[in-house]
């Protein structure tokens, strides 16, 4: 049963989170502008330079968050207990025969709620942003040319250039690779074929034909007596290729995956390029616990502060920080073990909860009631 005195300490929680969040993005921010002040006073005039930092750090907030999340919850809670603490409240409680788990308990439920934030915006916001995450400060309009990492679509053509224009979907002098070998396992009729293009320009799908594929200009060879698949010529030396791999897909860097969905993370790991499947398989099962791991930090930092209700309250918070770097340090440690093959990713993911789990046990079991 919901009490007077829980929504107050429920809502004594919000307002706790509202402001940590809010100072620490905001910190973020301003230590970040005034750092690279001169690379957006470039953009000209201040209505123009305004609208450039706005857009940029509307962006990197989502990412600065999504890396804070758990922390930002734990301090919540770590700075409403140690309040109630402060001032009295939770003694009362206690002397009315109040066990100390079920004062907390709208702590935790707050806990439990913005714990989902973190996992929201991974797979809901972050996709949404993930172009603009990789733009630079000083090219926010996308007209500076950029490097390309290469990639292959599902077909298993591959895909590779010297540089890339975001603004206009534009690769100069685009190479591709059709493999000798269909999906399906069957030999390829026109087997391995290699093409040059001077250009090439990336159409999203539409209702027209040329859609959904890359525009390739001035082909080297120009003409094919056998075209290999997907490959429509419009006029000697100009063909259109239609395939899933889009501008982003071959412009982003080897770290795209971060930004991705969990959906599309199964789908990649499901492909045939084995590239990158250790850390793609390493970050799923990171995903997946992430919202457990988050609740062992919380469950763990409010132990450590009710355990002795005398200590001082800098010092208790001390402590949970303390823990909190030692909880990321080993997740880090596991996923860099993972990421380089010298664990499984289910192991280098869940590692950490089997490190902590036994401990934020011992530690809840030892809390005064």
């Known amino acids: 049963m919901t009490t007077t005195l829980d929504r107050m300490i429920l809502l004594s929680f919000f307002r706790s989170y509202a402001i940590v969040s809010s100072s620490l993005l905001g910190l973020y921010v301003v ?29 990197q907030i989502v990412l600065i968050f999504d890396r804070l ?70 090219d926010l309009e996308g007209a500076k040319a950029i490097p390309l990492a290469g990639t292959y679509d599902q077909n298993g ?13 534009k690769i100069v002098r685009l190479y591709t690779t059709f493999p ?35 525009e390739l200009s001035n082909t080297v060879p120009a003409t094919f ?62 995903r997946i616990t992430r919202p457990l791991g988050g609740a062992l930090l919380v469950l763990l930092g409010l132990s450590v502060i009710l355990q002795n209700p005398n200590r001082h309250v800098f010092i208790s918070s001390g402590l949970c920080m303390a823990i909190a770097v030692a909880f990321y340090v080993c997740t880090l440690a596991c996923k860099f073990a993972g990421d380089g093959g010298y664990v499984s990713p289910p192991l280098a993911a869940w590692l950490p909860l089997l490190v902590f789990g036994p401990i934020t046990l011992a530690s809840i079991d030892a809390i005064h009631t």
């Not at 698949?229 to 971060?258: C, E, Y």
């Open 225 to 286: 007596d056998l075209p290999p698949p997907n490959l429509t010529m419009i006029q000697p030396g100009k063909h259109f290729l239609k395939s899933d791999a889009d501008f982003d897909a071959v412009s982003r860097g080897s770290g795209w995956f971060l930004y991705a969905p969990s959906s599309q993370l199964m789908e990649l790991l499901s492909r045939v390029e084995p590239r990158r499947h250790g850390k793609v398989a390493v970050l799923f099962h990171t």
């Open 31 to 59: 230590l970040d502008l005034f750092t690279n002040l001169d690379t957006f006073g470039k953009s000209g005039d201040i209505a123009s330079v305004t609208k450039h930092i706005v857009g940029y750090y509307s962006a």
């Open 180 to 214: 000798d070998t269909l999906p399906n396992g069957q030999n390829s009729a026109s087997g391995m074929v290699h093409i040059q293009a001077e250009e090439a320009i990336y159409h999203p799908p539409g209702d027209g034909e040329f859609t959904g594929g890359w």
């Open 157 to 169: 053509v591959h895909f590779e250039g010297i540089a890339g224009f975001r603004n206009q979907r």
């Open 69 to 138: 999340a758990e922390s930002i919850t734990l301090i919540a809670a770590m700075f409403t207990v140690a309040w109630m603490q402060r001032s009295n409240e939770l003694l009362p409680q206690l002397s009315a025969g109040i066990p100390t788990r079920r004062a907390i308990l709208p702590v935790l439920i707050g806990s439990a709620i913005t714990l989902t934030f973190g996992t929201l915006n991974q797979e809901l916001v972050i996709p949404e942003v993930a172009d603009r995450l990789v733009v630079p400060r000083d």
